[in-house]
């Protein structure tokens, strides 16, 4: 990700100009950043995984988006790509080009975006009250991080690691292993 304009445009000149451009960006206070492309690597898992989850939540009304769908954090002026989101609110609906709802937000880590990712994203994606998980997985080894909102409003981890383990996304009452999420995925052997 890299700044694209040093010039503030709004909400609104950035949604038109997402319609017509080849280029994903992301907008933080009202600057814009270039996405860059993801490695095989990348798309693999999150095809995996969002095969999975769209055969999983088919007909109960929740909706599995890729990284071509944005979330909108009003509250922050923010719109950002996240590799996968699930919504199930009514309101997500109204609007086409983005998602102000989501209960899941999925991202695949990358060497350019981890700390992002980890860090002001992740904070930035707590502000949305309806998210109840956020989950990071790891394309370098078998391992997935789950942050979960518990009752008080606090944000969990619960990991899970290993070739032979299954992981759980409680926010769509969801179980899958390991081997379905990195399958075609060839990781290189321990020196």
């Given at each position: 990700?890299f700044?694209s304009?040093?010039?503030y445009i709004?909400?609104?000149?950035?949604?038109?100009l997402?319609?017509?451009?080849?280029?994903k960006?992301?907008?933080i206070?009202?600057?814009?950043?270039?996405?860059?492309g993801?490695l095989?690597?990348?798309?693999?898992?999150?095809l995996n995984?969002?095969t999975?989850?769209?055969?999983h939540?088919?007909g109960s009304g929740?909706?599995v988006?890729?990284?071509?769908m944005?979330a909108?954090?009003?509250?922050?002026?923010?719109f950002?790509?996240?590799?996968?989101?699930?919504?199930?609110?009514?309101?997500d609906?109204?609007t086409?080009?983005y998602k102000?709802?989501?209960?899941l937000i999925i991202?695949?880590?990358?060497?350019s975006t981890e700390g992002?990712?980890?860090?002001?994203?992740f904070?930035?994606?707590?502000?949305?009250?309806?998210?109840?998980e956020?989950i990071?997985i790891?394309p370098?080894k078998?391992?997935v991080?789950c942050?979960?909102?518990?009752?008080?409003?606090?944000?969990?981890?619960?990991?899970?690691a290993?070739?032979?383990?299954?992981f759980q996304l409680?926010?769509i009452?969801?179980?899958?292993t390991m081997?379905?999420?990195?399958?075609d995925?060839?990781f290189?052997?321990?020196?």
């Amino acid at each position: 990700m890299f700044a694209s304009s040093q010039i503030y445009i709004t909400p609104e000149e950035y949604l038109e100009l997402e319609e017509n451009s080849p280029i994903k960006y992301e907008y933080i206070d009202g600057y814009i950043y270039a996405m860059a492309g993801a490695l095989e690597t990348h798309v693999t898992i999150a095809l995996n995984l969002a095969t999975l989850l769209r055969n999983h939540v088919r007909g109960s009304g929740f909706r599995v988006y890729i990284s071509d769908m944005k979330a909108r954090i009003e509250s922050l002026n923010r719109f950002f790509y996240p590799d996968i989101m699930v919504t199930c609110d009514k309101r997500d609906q109204d609007t086409l080009g983005y998602k102000r709802f989501p209960c899941l937000i999925i991202e695949v880590l990358s060497d350019s975006t981890e700390g992002f990712d980890r860090g002001d994203k992740f904070a930035d994606y707590q502000t949305i009250e309806t998210l109840q998980e956020y989950i990071l997985i790891n394309p370098k080894k078998p391992r997935v991080e789950c942050f979960r909102r518990n009752e008080d409003g606090l944000w969990v981890l619960q990991s899970y690691a290993g070739e032979e383990t299954s992981f759980q996304l409680q926010s769509i009452n969801f179980a899958g292993t390991m081997t379905q999420l990195y399958e075609d995925i060839d990781f290189p052997s321990p020196a």
